[in-house]
DNA sequence: GCATACTAGTTTCATATGAAACTATCTAGC
DNA sequence: GCTAGATAGTTTCATATGAAACTAGTATGC
């Protein structure tokens, strides 16, 4: 009857452990070789594939804080990797672009990351590899969901 | 021929991403009912599973640096929710206890906790929480097989 | 038994982070 | 067209983090 709790099988432990995993082993991949950190490899990631995006926009789409997204920007484009434009309608938004040595310098990561991934994932069965796409998804959906409603209870509490 | 790659789509985005959810939203449930830190709950969770642990083994089992792991059990000392005693066998050692008014603590959220997973977990399908388990574990046994063979290969490298 | 190398836990310090304030710009209502 | 309120992005500042140095104790080899 003891046993009611165990940490090593409590799911977000196990998330969080195995998210914190992940990132560390390949944000290495990325920073060892190309000198680039995670928030700068998201950047590149959305730009080639949504040129001409905005920062907020990339902070949301990419999961980033904007002032994480500001510094990365910095970064980027100091070594040339990308420029930013002033959109004409609002002056206030960056227009953001990969140069072309960005976008050759993101086309010599993604692969790299692919294949990690690939490597990652090869000790499931495609089975398994189609149900935990299914599995992310589906929770994906539930955790957007419900976090407005989350933060008006955080505000409301304390 | 576009769309090699797609951020949304790229598992450690997603992974880093649904655990940093988790990690925020349940982490406010701590904090604010109890004021309890993250690493504070997971002491808590190991001592309670198995007392008189040592700081050591709690930051190895709760997979937290030790650095976190010391300043966590100043909180929860002060609180007086756990006591520490010198270990007879090895003076440098710290063994770990829970009163039982830390004891009490984590039985109140322990509760809580689990709640709070199940209706996470509520829009899987009983098939799918199971297939979830078998993939995270197959998945936790592959990083913590290489985590050893990286960590060589960063040292070589970086 | 004492020098050397090691380990548990703490402290220090330099860096990373993000909330809040700030700047520049835009929009709406008058 | 001007004022009040909003928004994009930057900067500031206070806090969180963890690597490395440190302290105290242990183990080993001579």
């Not at 560390?24 to 040129?51: D, K, M």
């Not at 995006?53 to 990308?82: F, P």
């Not at 002056?91 to 990652?120: H, K, Q, Y």
């Amino acid at each position: 009857m003891k046993a009611l709790f165990q940490l090593e099988k409590f799911l977000p432990y196990r998330f969080d452990r195995l998210a914190k995993h992940i990132s560390v082993s390949l944000a290495g991949v990325y920073r060892r070789r190309f000198n680039v950190t995670v928030p700068q490899w998201r950047i590149l990631a959305l730009l080639h594939e949504t040129p001409h995006m905005s920062a907020k926009d990339i902070a949301r789409q990419g999961n980033l804080d904007k002032v994480m997204v500001s510094r990365a920007l910095v970064g980027l484009e100091e070594r040339g990797l990308l420029e930013r434009y002033i959109s004409a309608e609002d002056a206030r938004v960056n227009e953001l672009c990969l140069t072309s040595t960005g976008t050759r310098l993101f086309e010599s990561i993604a692969p790299l990351a692919l294949d990690w991934e690939a490597d990652f994932l090869k000790v499931l069965t495609p089975q398994e590899r189609g149900a935990l796409e299914r599995i992310l998804s589906k929770l994906e959906q539930h955790a957007k969901s419900e976090a407005p409603a989350l933060t008006v209870i955080e505000s409301a509490i304390s």
